[in-house]
């Protein structure tokens, strides 16, 4: 699927191409840009509200499972595989997706917002193997991809850093960075959108008298003033007992009365125990059995049962602390 970067795109269609060439399969090149653009709006209007988006969630949505699975069915194809890290199972109740084998490199958390159907379509024939097994496979077969680094980049951005492409591309007001505990001003922040809750590095505001310039954190940030408040230190601010969650996804079935299960708040985060009451108009509220530290609006918070299969996820949409 060719994207909007034009600089990676024509590295990833070249690579494709040689290992189709290996592996004696046909290779068909589809033009996604379009679907793409959904995916970067969503992304810089997110930031731009104070949010901060995930775009890999949208774009399996939009585009990977969305546009291409309609595409497969042209081909008369009766299933598609990706290399995401989940596993499909199938079973009387239907069609389930659950965590990978190698929980390091699990993606489900990515796969929230797809729909059951969806997922009944689809092959992810990496989900019960390491990230080392599927390494290895590459190497012992000499793939092209065998010495491919892995890469953390936004898709759409190539190597530009996000703070390089806002800047560039969509230029804030500098604003004030005011401590929440005492409501001091202590410098000014370079556009609201590059901050993230409980970031720590880059606020430049070290060497004030009677602090420690290493232990600032940013705490919240008010859109309306332009004001980005931080903490020295841990405080109360920084947690959450309980939180909103709008347009939430039902991969399984929507259970018909409040559970207990286990919450991701954020991809790289070990699971919260949670209580889920059921709201109308696709919003849950999660209650948290231990408060939880920066968590974000803007972010996807998924939920797994006990044995990890996912129920679907929604975005965080407001933060309680009660």
Known sequence: MRGENQQTRQ????????????????????????HMKIVKDYFVNEYLAGRTPNPCVVCNKEVKF???LDYM???????????????????????????ATDKDK????????LSNQQISKVLFPLGELTKQQVKQIAQDNNLITKNTKE??????????????FMTKNYPEKAGNIVDVKTNTILGQHTGI?????????GLNIGGKNGFDADRWFVVKKDIATNT????????????????????????????????????????????QKVQVKLLDDDKVLLKFYTKQRAVTVGQFAVLYSEDGTCYGGGTIAELFNE
């Open 11 to 34: 590295e990833d269609e070249n690579r494709v191409k040689e290992l189709c060439d290996k592996l004696d399969i046909d290779c068909v090149v589809v033009d996604y840009q379009d």
């Open 66 to 68: 969305k546009p291409f």
């Open 73 to 99: 069915q042209t081909l008369s194809a009766d299933y598609f595989a990706t290399g995401h890290y989940a596993i499909v199972e199938h079973n009387a109740n239907g069609t389930i997706l659950k965590k």
């Open 106 to 113: 699990d993606q489900s958390y990515f796969l929230c917002k």
């Open 151 to 164: 890469s953390y980049d936004v898709c759409f951005l190539g190597s530009q850093k996000f703070k390089d």
């Open 193 to 201: 959108s590059k901050y993230t809750i409980g970031q720590r590095r």
């Open 228 to 271: 980005l408040y931080v903490s020295c230190g841990e405080c109360e601010e920084m947690y959450s007992t309980s939180c909103l969650v709008k347009d939430f996804n039902w991969i399984t079935k929507k259970p018909l009365q409040d559970f207990d299960c286990f919450a991701k708040l954020r991809y790289r985060q070990q699971d």
